[in-house]
Each structure stands twice: as structure tokens, then as C-alpha cells.
């Protein structure tokens, strides 16, 4: 084993731009200078390595402020052809030594981390090259014998094996599922049919789950191409069913590389002539191009790449040059590393295996996920379920939504019913939460009576935060009689699952409690038990990040600090996550406490912060930090000890949090946990079984949890889960914020 180097770092963002690059930088640089390590930006990608001069920049605590809401990558990329060569390479290395940097952080593609790669495995025989000429001095030669090297994977099109998302493609997803909302809503009034092309083009994970999210028709990728051999037809007899059903609109979603079973492209204009031949159809095409990498960065690209940026510097630290490189990503929600050039040659047989026409072998090799995805997109887009089997026992299953409202509510009723009826189920809607089960407030759904609910915010059912108490049960028990259910899957928050577990409870006295029921995560604060996500906090956190980043503009004037409350009751989930994505400097957390020790040590920070020439101060905090340092009370204190030094600005969020269409990785998973509730009730129900049960997203897995678990899992007091996987990232936030 070698010692760690002890040379400066380099960090570079190459090949394609994708949002998020800025924060990982921004989280590399103030890492590497908290620990004490000089770093400096390239610019320009490797071909800036090879230019060598003001490529090379050190840079400041200061210089990545204000950088995280910004698209693209503020050092530049590029494609660089020279660095192809070992002469390039050469350069590279003398221009890097010329610093001192022998430990890079490389953000970029497949390709730039395999460029990265052959540059470490040469950098010996380079380093040798330059001493012998006299470029470089043989002590300098002995101090960088090898270079250290980590990957962050920046790509839009998610297209890496060893992360579950790269930097930019939760971004992409969002641009494309708006462009299909709003040509949703033009396509309607004119009855059009919409072929949207979207990018990947050995991969289709942009079209699959954007389908997914903008509930598409139908969709094409490049590792799964159309089983019919006449995919003409199967395209046709779908879209025109789903007319004859009353659609307004069609929409097919087309990869950039989708193909047939033969290997001969599908292109948007092809599908175009198709759909207007056979369909007599008005036919517009739309091709999204750039405007899915373009734009600012979605909440999830922003806190995600602060972690990877933070933890390739620690990773950095923490190896020697003659351990493997890793690439670090996210694995199952947490921060994880794995082999570089593994990662990279899994990524390649996709391409390769596509390459071959052998396409069981590509779906198989993107993961299970995927083509779970895949199957519950094949359901969702039939216009008319399949029948019955004949003989088959028709099971009755009823759905609410209790608690606050959570974007991806109606996502998550729309996908239980489509897919319980394409079952040959029937659909009990029940409105108004639990009061409706009370006042038997129930209607039969049908497949159209959630048509075009898989985008729109709030509760469509309605949704109320009683929980069941005295003659309600009676009532309940009547109206679960009467409409003689099955099962019962409850979507919502606190006030659901409480009450879920009231009427498990009452089982003995009330027989009709005695099915199978589940509750499905959906509550902004990202507070319940069984989940380490819930469904509406990722759109609550765009929603938070979009108005900090205009808070943030209003600030260009004066020396100002905001104190920004966000909800979550006394859950600091949105706070932490919030300030991960938007850079603030402190957060508030009822977990942690709030004293006026920290007050005041926060007040002196910012003194010295704005007396050293800054302008902005970002505090976070969560509403239920502490009951007596209210915000109000925390922006009188801090305005007040200022001594005109700074202004101070609070700003509540409030019910903004709450509303939005839901985001698509909310759309995304409320499908996917909705199928998993549906199939758990018919199988119970047909077994006769009557358990019931939590689902929720576990180590990025889908898992069930006795709801009689539920007590021991949770602080009831606080209405939080006892543990609480974010919390080990606050220190990052710290780390991040302020120097030294
Ligand atoms: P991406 O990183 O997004 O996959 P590219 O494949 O275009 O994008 O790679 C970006 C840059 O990385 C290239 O322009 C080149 O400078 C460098 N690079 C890519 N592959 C190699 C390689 N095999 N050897 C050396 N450098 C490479």
C-alpha cells in the first residue's frame, strides 16, 4: 500500500452537460477546502486539461456560491479529441503537475470516466516521459507517482450501471413530463394524436418512466422493441380503442434509439405516417432535443449531487492511489461506491447486447425495476381492461385518501384502479377519507372515472384528517357491510394510517374490520412509518427549492438573511433535504433542538459572514423547531443584534408546499407502490386471508410491514418514524456551508 497522496485535487465536468453538475461541484470544491486540500476547477473538460494555463483555476470557498440553481456546468465541457491520444495526455499530465494535482474528480459519461481511467493507469510511464525530459523534476516525479481518480456519473439519460440515477436525468424527466402536461392540454382540444422523440439512445429509461409519469399510450424503447412483429397494427388497435372510449388525445412516446425486433430504427417520423395511414388522424410530431438537458436543476439532482460531490472528496481522502477507482453513486437511496471500470463495461453490454438484437438479455441487465416498470405501463395504457375469466369471483376492494393532501394522491387511486379492474375487480371509491367511510359516501369506479388523474395535484376523492372514534366504528362497519369489500387500501397520511390501525384494533367487536387492509405512503412531510419515502415530499421539496431560488433573486441589493419555514410538523425531513438542495447555510430541526446558545453562535457567524463582504444568508427552518424560537421571533433577534449590519426577511411557506402537480418521481412511485397494494389485497382476499399491512420504499425496495408494528416504529408524540435515515446527512449541510 502507498500513502495517500498528498497533492491537490482537480475536478473536471465532461462530455454532456446535465443539471446538477454545479452542485456536485460546488460540494467538491467546499469539501476539499474544509479538509484542507487545495483544489482546482478545469475547465473545459480534458480539453482544458490538455490547454493547460487559466484552465486550471484554484479555487475559493466563494467561488461556487450561488452556482447550484444553474443548469449546465458553470466550469464547462467539452469533447476533447486530443485527450484520445497519449501525446494529449502527455500535456495533460505536465499542465496538472504544473499545480500540483494528483487526484482527480471526474463528472462525466462512460466515456470520460474510461478517458479517466487509461489516464491513471498511464500516469507512471507519463510522469516518467516528463521527468526524462526535463519537464518535470525527479523530486516532483517522486511526489506524484500516481493519480487518484473518482467518477461521478453525469449523463441525463440514466444510462449507468452502478448508480440508480445519474446527475441530470431526474431534470430530464422533469422537462419532458411538463412538455407532456402542457401537450397534454393542447392536444385535448383538438382531438390530436402527439408523437413525442424523446432523448436515450441505448436507453429508454427517459421514455419509459416519462410514459409512466405523463401517463403516454403507448411508448418505444431501444432494449425492448415492440413483441409484435407488426407493431403497426398493435399501435393502431390501441390508440383507436381508446377513442372509441372517449380519449381526447393520444400521445406515443418514441426513444431516440427505438428500434424493432430486427434492429431497424423506429423513428418519430415513421411512427408519424403510420398513426396518420391507418388512423386518418391529425398527427403532430414533437421532438424535445435540448430542452430536456437545458433548465435549472430539479430538487432531487440538487441534494443528490451535493452528496456524490461530498463523497467522492471524503473518498478521495480516505484511499490510496493503488486501491480500485470507484465510481460513487446512489444505490437503493443511499450514497454508495463500486468499481469503476465495472460499472462501465455492465453499461457497455447493455449497448452491446441491444447491438446484438438480444433484447431479453438488455432488459435484463437494466434490473428487475425496470421491467417491473415496463409491465405496469403495458397495463395502464390499454384503454379497456381485459374481461373477467369466466367463473372468475369478482373481489370488491375500496380506496381512500385520508390525511393533508400530497401530490401524487390521485396518481396513486388512478393506478389501483386501473390495475385492480383490469383484473376483473371491482373499485369502491370512497370520498372524503374516513369520513366518507363513515357517511358510506361510495361509488363504483369504472376505468374512465380516473382519466387524466395520473398528473394533477391534490385529493380528487377528497380527503379529510378524521380518525375514527366512539359510533363511528359502528358506522364504518355498516358501510364496509353494505358495500361488501374485500379489502381496503388507505393512501395517505397520518390520519389513515391511524385509522387503519383503529379499526385493526376493533376487529373482535367488529367482524367487517376483519379484511385484508394497506396503507400506501403519501404525505409531503415524509413522516410515516414502513418508508423511508412518502409520496408527495419530492414534490414538496421542488416546490420549496423553486420559491428559495427567487427569494434568493431578491436578495441582489442589500445584505439580507432569510429565515425560510418550511412544514413538515415536527418533522425535519423537507427542512434537512431543502437546505441540502439549496445550499442553505443552517438548519433548524425539531430533532436537534434549537438553543439560544445556537442562536446567538449562528448570529456571530453571520456578522462575520456579512462583514467579510457577503450578501446573502440562507437559514432554514423546519415550522415545529422549537416552540418558542418561533420564526418570527428568530428574524427580530437576528435583525435586531444585527446593528444594521444586514436585514432580516422571513419568509413562511406555507400551503404552496402542499399543491403542484406531483413531481414524476412521485407519479413514478405512486404507480409502482399502488400495483404492489393491488395485487397484495387480491391475494389475501383469495386466500382468505385478512392481514394488514404498511408498504413503503425500503433501501429502495418495495416492502410490507405489519401494521401492528406500526406503534413500535413510530415517536407518536412527535408523529415521526423513531429512525430516521436522513438525519446522519445534517452534517454535510454544516460542512458545506460555511468555511473552516
Ligand atoms: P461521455 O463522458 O458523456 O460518455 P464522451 O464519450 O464524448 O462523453 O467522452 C467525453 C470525453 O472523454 C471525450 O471527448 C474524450 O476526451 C474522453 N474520452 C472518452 N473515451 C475515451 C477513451 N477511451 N480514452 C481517452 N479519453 C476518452
Redesign the pocket.
Same mark, same amino acid.
Given at each position: 500500500m502507498t500513502e495517500p497522496t498528498g497533492g491537490a485535487i482537480g475536478v473536471l465536468t465532461? &462530455? &454532456?452537460d446535465a443539471p446538477g453538475m454545479n452542485a456536485a461541484l460546488r460540494a467538491v470544491v467546499r469539501t476539499a477546502l474544509s479538509r484542507g486540500v487545495k483544489v482546482f476547477a478545469i475547465y473545459e *473538460?480534458?480539453?482544458g486539461m490538455v490547454d493547460g494555463g487559466d484552465r486550471l483555476r484554484a479555487m475559493a470557498w466563494d467561488s461556487v456560491g450561488g452556482i447550484m440553481q444553474h443548469g449546465g456546468t458553470i466550469i464547462g465541457t467539452?469533447?476533447?479529441?486530443?485527450?484520445?491520444n497519449r501525446e494529449g495526455?502527455l500535456q495533460a499530465a505536465r499542465h496538472l503537475l504544473e499545480q500540483g494535482i494528483d487526484r482527480l474528480v471526474v463528472i &462525466?459519461?462512460? *466515456?470520460?470516466?474510461? &478517458?479517466?481511467n487509461?489516464?491513471r493507469q498511464e500516469w507512471p510511464s507519463l510522469i516518467a516521459e516528463l521527468a526524462a525530459q526535463g519537464a518535470i523534476t525527479a523530486e516532483a516525479a517522486a511526489r506524484h507517482s500516481q493519480l487518484a481518480i473518482v467518477g461521478l456519473v *453525469?449523463?441525463i439519460d440514466n444510462d449507468f450501471t452502478g448508480t440508480d440515477m445519474t446527475i441530470g436525468a431526474d431534470t430530464a424527466l422533469h422537462r419532458i413530463t411538463t412538455a407532456l402536461d402542457q401537450i397534454g392540454s393542447t392536444a385535448a382540444s383538438h382531438q390530436r394524436t402527439f408523437v413525442i422523440e424523446v432523448m436515450g439512445r441505448h436507453c429508454g429509461y427517459l421514455a419509459l418512466m416519462s410514459a409512466l409519469a405523463g401517463t403516454a399510450h403507448w411508448v418505444f424503447l431501444p432494449e425492448h422493441p415492440p413483441e409484435a412483429e407488426d407493431w403497426e397494427a398493435a399501435m393502431c388497435e390501441v390508440l383507436a380503442a381508446g377513442r372509441a372510449a372517449g380519449r381526447r388525445h393520444s400521445t406515443v412516446i418514441v426513444a431516440e434509439g427505438a428500434r424493432d425486433r430486427n434492429g431497424n430504427p423506429i423513428t418519430s417520423e415513421r411512427v408519424r405516417q403510420v398513426l396518420e395511414e391507418h388512423l386518418k388522424e391529425d398527427v403532430r410530431v414533437s421532438i424535445l432535443g435540448h430542452i430536456q438537458r437545458g433548465g435549472a436543476p430539479s430538487a432531487f439532482d440538487r441534494w443528490m449531487s451535493t452528496l456524490l460531490g461530498h463523497a467522492a472528496v471524503e473518498h478521495l481522502l480516505a484511499s490510496t492511489p493503488d486501491d480500485e477507482p470507484q465510481v460513487i453513486g446512489l444505490r437503493y437511496n443511499r450514497i454508495t461506491h463500486q468499481p469503476l471500470m465495472a460499472c462501465v463495461t455492465q453499461t457497455r453490454a447493455v449497448a452491446e447486447a441491444i447491438a446484438a438484437h438480444d433484447y431479453e438479455r438488455a432488459m435484463e441487465l437494466r434490473g428487475g425495476s425496470f421491467t417491473e416498470q415496463y409491465r405496469i405501463l403495458q397495463t395502464l395504457i390499454q384503454t379497456v381492461p381485459h374481461p373477467p375469466r369466466p367463473g372468475q369471483r369478482r373481489l370488491r376492494l375500496g380506496v381512500l385518501t385520508g390525511g393533508a393532501p400530497a401530490p401524487g394522491m390521485n396518481t396513486a387511486v388512478r393506478a389501483a384502479t386501473r390495475l385492480a379492474i383490469d383484473r376483473g375487480h371491482v373499485i369502491v371509491a370512497i370520498n372524503n377519507g374516513v369520513d366518507g367511510l363513515i357517511e358510506g359516501q361510495t361509488q363504483e369506479f369504472d376505468w374512465m372515472n380516473v382519466h387524466g388523474w395520473g398528473s394533477t395535484g391534490g385529493s380528487n376523492l377528497g380527503t379529510s384528517r378524521t380518525v375514527p372514534a366512539g359510533a363511528d366504528f359502528a358506522a364504518i362497519a355498516r358501510t364496509l357491510e353494505a358495500e361488501r369489500l374485500d379489502g381496503l387500501l388507505l393512501v395517505g397520511g397520518w390520519a389513515a394510517y391511524q385509522s387503519a390501525l383503529e379499526l385493526y384494533r376493533r376487529r373482535a367487536a367488529h367482524p367487517a374490520f376483519d379484511l385484508p387492509i394497506i396503507c400506501l405512503p403519501a404525505s409531503i412531510s415524509n413522516n410515516l412509518p414502513g418508508s423511508e419515502l412518502c409520496i408527495g415530499a419530492d414534490t414538496a421539496l421542488n416546490s420549496i427549492v423553486e420559491v428559495v431560488d427567487k427569494i434568493k433573486n431578491s436578495a441582489v441589493a442589500a445584505r439580507r438573511c432569510f429565515v425560510v419555514e418550511v412544514m413538515g410538523g415536527h418533522c425535519g425531513y423537507l427542512a434537512l433535504m431543502s437546505s441540502l438542495a439549496t445550499g442553505a447555510e443552517r438548519v433548524y430541526l425539531n430533532e436537534e433542538g434549537v438553543t439560544l446558545r445556537d442562536l446567538q453562535e449562528d448570529l456571530e457567524r453571520m456578522t462575520a459572514g456579512f462583514s467579510d463582504g457577503r450578501r446573502l444568508s440562507l437559514l432554514i427552518r423546519n415550522e415545529r423547531a422549537n416552540p418558542f424560537y418561533t420564526t418570527a421571533f428568530m428574524a427580530a433577534l437576528f435583525e435586531q443584534e444585527s446593528q444594521g449590519l444586514f436585514e432580516v426577511r422571513q419568509a413562511i411557506l406555507g400551503h404552496l408546499q402542499q399543491g403542484g402537480d406531483p413531481s414524476p418521481f412521485d407519479r413514478i412511485q405512486a404507480t409502482r407502490l399502488a400495483a404492489r397494494c393491488v395485487d397484495f389485497l387480491i391475494d389475501q382476499a383469495e386466500q382468505g386471508a385478512t392481514t394488514a399491512a404498511l408498504i413503503g420504499i425500503v433501501g429502495g425496495r418495495i416492502k410490507l410491514t405489519d401494521l401492528v408494528d406500526m406503534p413500535d416504529l413510530m415517536d407518536a408524540e412527535h408523529i415521526r418514524p423513531k429512525e430516521q435515515w436522513w438525519q446522519e446527512l445534517q452534517p454535510v449541510v454544516q460542512r458545506l456551508a460555511q468555511p473552516g
Open positions: 465532461s &462530455g &454532456g *473538460g480534458y480539453q467539452a469533447r476533447c479529441a486530443a485527450f484520445r495526455r &462525466g459519461g462512460d *466515456g470520460s470516466l474510461t &478517458g479517466a487509461l489516464f *453525469g449523463s
